[in-house]
């Protein structure tokens, strides 16, 4: 067989390619917009592409699924309830895709969405066992799927976890993030193994009631531009510019600064309405980070713009995403609002019936946000 792992650096997820040696047909699994880079692949192997598989629909990252398999005449392949907008393969649980002498095992592992599958792969010539398995945003290294954008639910992802720890130990587990939004705390390498997860991920040593609590005790930051998108990669809108594609250098600001800046300059709150609402530097205009794509027009051009948010690491995905736009004069809050209520500054309120916020966001993995 041949597998390979290809990762994104700026959003912090993983494809694969698999392949049989033996029938030469392949399969592309999660792919990114990016898809030139398995069509040279397939070219360079003389793979024929077989399937093109999402494991569930992804609210992080624009998928480059339907582009690749229209380009090679066939219809992505999801399970069969995505609910998506366009004609697809419908996938089942249990299901066996035949690749050559491989065998890709569709294994339903709802929780971080209700439609994610894994993927087991067996190769019956060298074991009746699998050897690896694909878990999209199920079992992540060190971590689990967050259930808590988008349709998922705590309870089934530890249904999931719990069914996918029945594994052997040796089987080879290849994620679909090692780095972003999609879990709260990744280890960053991108494979494990089921035994080494078992033994030392955190949250598979717990219990069904705190593994429930602790996915949802608290406000969910979505990911950036989550809303364009999800419905992009839903067929709902053509919106593939609301992905990040470069990670610019992005000025950091201090409190002082901020305090003694002109009236022209803009505060652009990235963050939750919740987390607004409790707190916030006076002035700032609230547009949260997952809405940021979808509501570009309310961003105004030709003012310089300053991002904040809790910590001072979403503003920066944002900033670099309006730097994306064609805005030049971007800078973000060091610190965040954090820093600048630490400092003894002044805040304004809004509706602080809305939950208070629990945002554990300097434990988030960012793909790209710290690099120069
Ligand atoms: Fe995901």
Not at 182 to 200: A, D, H, K, Q
Not at 234 to 254: N, Q
Request: glycine share 10%.
């Amino acid at each position: 067989m041949y597998f390979k792992q290809i990762l994104d650096e700026i959003v912090g997820c993983a494809s694969y390619v698999i392949a049989s040696r033996q029938s030469n047909e392949a399969a592309v699994v999660d792919p990114s917009i990016n898809i030139a880079q398995y069509d040279v692949l397939l070219q360079e192997r003389g793979f024929a592409l077989r399937y093109v598989i999402d494991t569930h629909v992804h609210a992080d990252h624009v998928s480059g699924a339907r582009l690749l398999a229209a380009e090679h005449g066939l219809e992505v392949s999801l399970y069969e309830s995505a609910g998506v907008c366009y004609p697809f393969h419908s996938l089942h649980d249990g299901e066996e895709l035949p690749l050559g002498q491989l065998r890709l095992r569709i294994l339903h592992t709802p929780g971080h969405r209700p439609e994610l599958i894994s993927i087991l792969v067996v190769n019956p010539e060298r074991s009746p066992e699998p050897s690896m398995v694909l878990t999209g945003d199920s079992m992540l290294v060190g971590d689990v799927g967050r259930p808590d954008f988008g349709g998922g639910d705590a309870r089934d992802q530890y249904e999931s976890v719990s069914h996918l720890l029945r594994l052997p130990d040796w089987v080879a587990v290849f994620p679909g993030h090692f780095e972003g939004p999609c879990g709260n705390g990744m280890c960053g390498r991108p494979s494990t193994t089921i035994g080494f997860e078992r033994l030392y991920s955190p949250l598979l040593h717990m219990e069904r009631d705190p593994f429930i609590e602790s996915l949802t005790d608290h406000v969910p930051a979505r990911p950036l531009n989550m809303v364009a998108i999800e419905a992009t990669n839903r067929g709902k809108a053509d919106m593939s510019w609301a992905m990040l594609t470069r990670a610019a250098p992005i000025e950091r600001v201090g409190v002082e600064e901020i305090a003694n800046r002109d009236g022209e300059t803009l505060l652009l709150d990235v963050r939750e309405p919740e987390e607004y609402a409790h707190g916030h530097l006076p002035g700032a205009v609230s547009i949260p980070q997952a809405e940021l794509a979808s509501r570009l027009e309310e961003v105004p051009r030709g003012r310089p713009i300053i991002a904040a948010c809790q910590t001072g690491v979403r503003s920066i995905r944002a900033a670099q995403f309006l730097r994306q736009q064609g805005f030049e004069d971007v800078r973000s809050l060091e610190g965040g609002t954090e820093g600048w209520i630490a400092s003894g500054q002044p805040v304004e309120y809004g509706d602080t019936t809305l939950a208070k916020p629990r945002i554990a966001e300097s434990e988030w993995s960012h793909a790209g946000v710290l690099r120069p």
